[in-house]
């Protein structure tokens, strides 16, 4: 069974950093990209980054690229999202998903809550 | 940015109800348009990949069809289990992107 288990989220005030973590198991880790998508407070889905399976190939859209890294540690099993510099609108539920292959997210992770604010 | 419109906002239905719900792509989007179901406190589930490709587990009441920019997912005999939002979102171009989503709410 597939499984996806967040953690890291909390509260952190604006302009500060904090790294979220995936832990992953069921599949083989390795061979899939990963990605990170958010949920701010009773709105809609926004991707945030995505991984290739070495880690060599990374993709964000523009309302957190040069803030956000995502990363992978394929020995253990594990995918990552640093983020700096952080801002209120980061506020949301972060879900790790896996890729299906063809850029949709065939599972996803239970999410970890950031809330950005003073 | 390729903007996904879905519509109605909302949608109030009767169970056993077939009904279908609208994502409209601001540019084609080929057939990579998938389909996801979230229900109330719960994570995003992937209900229709490709426009249409079926995904293992998923009642076979839902089905996917279009090309292009116009898509369309409908549900066949709608059950009280069914009340959720219902999520677009293009793989065919970054960045990725989803529609705003269709509340499904059960009369």
């Known amino acids: 069974e597939v499984q996806l288990v967040e953690s890291g989220g909390g509260l952190v005030q604006p302009g500060r950093s904090l790294k979220l973590s995936c832990a992953a198991s069921?599949?083989?880790?390795?061979?899939?990209?990963m990605a990170w998508v958010r949920q701010a407070p009773k709105k809609g889905l926004e991707w945030v980054a995505t991984i290739s399976t070495s880690g060599s190939r990374t993709y964000y859209p523009d309302s957190v690229k040069g803030r956000f890294t995502i990363s992978r540690d394929n020995a253990k099993s594990s995918l990552y999202l640093q983020m700096n510099s952080l801002k209120s609108e980061d506020t949301a539920t972060y879900y790790c998903?896996?890729?299906?292959?063809?850029?949709?997210?065939?599972?996803w992770g239970q999410g970890t809550l950031v809330t950005v604010s003073s | 940015d390729v903007v996904l419109t879905q519509s109605p906002a909302t949608l109030s239905v009767t169970p056993g109800e077939r009904i279908s719900l609208s994502c409209r792509a601001s540019?084609?989007?080929?057939?990579?348009l998938h389909w996801y179901q979230q229900k109330p406190n719960e994570s995003p589930r992937l209900l229709i990949k490709y426009a249409s490709q079926s995904i293992s587990g998923i009642p076979s009441r839902f089905s996917g069809s279009g090309s292009g920019t116009d898509f369309t997912l409908s549900i066949n005999g709608v059950e009280l289990e069914d009340l959720s939002i219902y999520y677009c979102?293009?793989?065919?171009?970054?960045?990725?992107?989803f529609g705003s989503g269709t509340k499904l709410e059960i009369k």
């Open positions: 998903a896996r890729d299906g292959r063809g850029n949709w997210f065939a599972y």
């Open positions: 069921g599949f083989t880790f390795s061979n899939y990209y």
């Open positions: 979102q293009q793989g065919n171009s970054l960045p990725f992107t």
């Open positions: 540019e084609s989007v080929d057939t990579y």
